[in-house]
């Protein structure tokens, strides 16, 4: 199999390693956009707001952390993880 070299991210199936701390259950009940913006802040990660009944796919990417959100109150209503 041939290596991805890792200094080129924008390589179809490059993923970056998983980073230490992969879920945040201490952010459920704040506020969705302060969420996204620490997240962003504190990891080099893709951090997407998802409205609680939005659909998305099945993929598991360690890139990406999904903030799962209630849009009447913009509160976390899930513990954001990678994947």
Request: glycine share 6%; proline share 8%.
């Amino acid at each position: 199999m041939q290596q991805i070299n890792p200094e080129i991210k924008g390589l179809a199936g490059y993923q970056p390693d998983l980073p230490q701390k992969n879920t945040w259950p201490e952010l459920v009940g704040k506020d969705a956009t302060e969420v996204k913006e620490l997240l962003e802040k504190e990891t080099d990660l893709n951090i997407f707001l998802v409205p609680t009944g939005s659909a998305v796919t099945m993929d598991y990417r360690t890139n990406r952390v999904r903030v799962s959100f209630d849009p009447a109150t913009n509160k976390v209503v899930k513990a954001p993880r990678v994947g």
